[in-house]
């Protein structure tokens, strides 16, 4: 998916240039947003796999395979097109093109391009253009609630509807078949996605990321399963208006938290550690 997204950019790079009948300022969001995408892309494919194989032409003629590339040249190729599209993307959009790309998106994307490469001068300036334009939500549970559209503390995010395709189905990849649905909610359950114990384990007991992940549920026999392994991920809230398998709570991939975490690891590594707890 990840290098089906960075042909469609390409593919946008390429063409969208020489079009007609839309503006020079369309364009120039567009072409930034395919920049921004490029980026995000493959910072998460070098994060998970190192070297790779770096497209940077859309060319529906290729029928060899790409060679990998190394990992901190496609972290610079990556940069580069965060670097243009940051000026030209809005800081925020309309109600009806929410979920695109904007400034923050892109700053934050390269503010972990910098994590990654242990840049902490860069972690540091990039998180203080970003946190003042975001803060935190007023609850941990809110902000993966149906009704989480618009959280202020999501600066990147994959939109979610009740709709085919384009829903948030987490909570129905996650339930076992004889889970006992609230009142109201009805969603197919696949039982596919687990937490295992020792990443349960891992979490002090008051840390509040533990308590959504349970090990025991109700099922439809009017008991209580519990679980010796395998717990159930359920931070996602229920969505009455879920369509069969689909859900409208937004995913957030990059959150102010996530920021200020990268700010103060960066200002501990420098020796900052005065400044390491505070915004």
Not at 78 to 90: D, G, Q, R, S, Y
Not at 207 to 215: A, G, L, N, W
Not at 216 to 225: D, I, R
Request: hydrophobic share 40%; net charge negative; glycine share 6%.
């Amino acid at each position: 998916d990840m290098y089906k997204g960075i042909s469609n950019a390409n593919y946008i790079k390429e063409y969208l240039p020489g079009s007609s009948g839309v503006t020079a300022s369309l364009k120039a969001r567009i072409l930034a947003e395919a920049q921004c995408g490029i980026g995000l892309f493959y910072k998460d494919l070098v994060d998970m796999f190192g070297d790779v194989p770096l497209v940077t032409k859309y060319d529906s003629a290729v029928t060899g395979l790409p060679k990998k590339t190394a990992a901190d040249t496609v972290l610079q190729y990556a940069k580069e097109n965060l670097w243009a599209a940051i000026p030209v993307l809005p800081v925020t959009y309309s109600s009806a093109d929410y979920g695109r790309f904007t400034q923050g998106a892109a700053e934050a994307i390269l503010l972990k391009i910098y994590l990654m490469q242990q840049q902490w001068d860069s972690v540091v300036y990039y998180a203080n253009q970003i946190i003042p334009n975001y803060s935190l939500s007023g609850t941990y549970a809110g902000l993966f609630s149906a009704n989480n559209h618009g959280n202020s503390e999501f600066i990147l995010i994959r939109p979610s509807f009740a709709n085919f395709y384009v829903g948030n189905a987490i909570l129905t990849y996650s339930l076992p078949t004889d889970y006992q649905l609230p009142t109201g909610v009805n969603i197919q359950e696949w039982n596919n996605w687990r937490v295992s114990k020792s990443f349960y384990d891992s979490f002090d007991p008051s840390d509040i990321r533990r308590s959504y992940i349970d090990t025991s549920y109700p099922n439809t026999s009017g008991g209580t399963t519990t679980l010796d392994s395998n717990y159930l991920y359920l931070k996602y809230g229920w969505d009455p208006a879920a369509s069969i398998v689909f859900a409208n709570n937004d995913i957030p991939i990059i959150r102010l938290a996530d920021i200020l975490l990268a700010k103060a690891e960066a200002l501990n590594k420098i020796n900052e550690i005065g400044r390491a707890s505070c915004r």
